[in-house]
């Protein structure tokens, strides 16, 4: 059985930082494109970045390219969000993917079959 667990959101000042983790397990990690979208209040919810777990290719939407790292740790089978420089924008449930290959850029839902929960980050002035 496939599962995503996020962790790591809270609240936080704006210019402040946090660190989304997602423990994946149920297939090989590896042979995956894992990404983190996010989905503000009322709002569609929109790809943030994605890297490829058997390789390090990574993706960044502009809104936040510069501010946030994606990054994994194989042998743990996690994915990482380092999310520094927060903006009140950033404020949104995020969640954790997996798919097997990416078809179009920005990301799109469609392309990942796999989902955690979500986990909500909020960021105040």
């Known amino acids: 059985q496939v599962q995503l667990v996020e962790s790591g959101g809270g609240s936080v000042q704006a210019g402040g930082s946090l660190r989304l983790s997602c423990a994946v397990s149920g297939y090989t990690y590896s042979s995956y494109w894992m990404g983190w979208f996010r989905q503000p209040p009322g709002k569609e919810r929109e790809g943030v970045a994605a890297?490829?777990?058997?390789?390090?290719?990574?993706y960044y939407a502009d809104s936040v390219k510069g501010r946030f790292t994606i990054s994994q740790d194989n042998a743990k089978n996690t994915l990482y969000l380092q999310m520094n420089s927060l903006k009140l924008e950033d404020t949104a449930m995020y969640y954790c993917?997996?798919?097997?290959?990416?078809?179009?850029?920005?990301?799109?839902?469609?392309?990942?079959?796999?989902w955690g929960q979500g986990t909500q980050v909020t960021v105040s002035s």
């Open positions: 993917a997996a798919g097997e290959t990416i078809t179009t850029i920005p990301l799109s839902v469609a392309d990942f079959g796999y």
């Open positions: 890297i490829y777990a058997g390789g390090g290719s990574t």
